[in-house]
């Protein structure tokens, strides 16, 4: 099992940043990829971005450029930088790990409002 433990979110203002973090602990060594998901009241749930364990990344087409993923594998912790946010970036926030499994955290509100 794996479990993740995510921190960082809260409310912003436009153009402003965040950093999310998200400490996984467990069978870590089952871990292929980290990311971040999003959902969106009454929107479905989608990539916002992922990092492989050999460091490639991917992000949604409309974070690409603003939001950034890093990963300190000594801490077994990633993180994703937020620069220039949007009023629709507002969403919950979602860490994920994919092996053999998928696990996923318990989710961090961001809010990003005037």
């Known amino acids: 099992q794996v479990q993740l433990v995510e921190s960082g979110g809260g409310l912003v203002q436009p153009g402003g940043s965040l950093r999310l973090s998200c400490a996984a602990s467990g069978s870590i060594f089952s871990i292929n990829a980290m990311g971040w998901y999003r959902q969106a009241p009454g929107k479905e749930r989608e990539l916002v971005a992922i990092?492989?364990?050999?460091?490639?990344?991917n992000y949604g087409d409309s974070v690409n450029g603003r939001f950034a993923i890093s990963r300190d594998n000594a801490k077994n912790t990633v993180y994703l930088q937020m620069n220039s946010l949007k009023p629709e970036d507002t969403a919950v926030y979602y860490c994920?790990?994919?092996?053999?499994?998928?696990?996923w955290g318990q989710g961090t509100q961001v809010t990003v409002s005037s």
């Open positions: 990092i492989t364990r050999g460091g490639s990344t």
């Open positions: 994920n790990a994919a092996g053999v499994t998928v696990h």
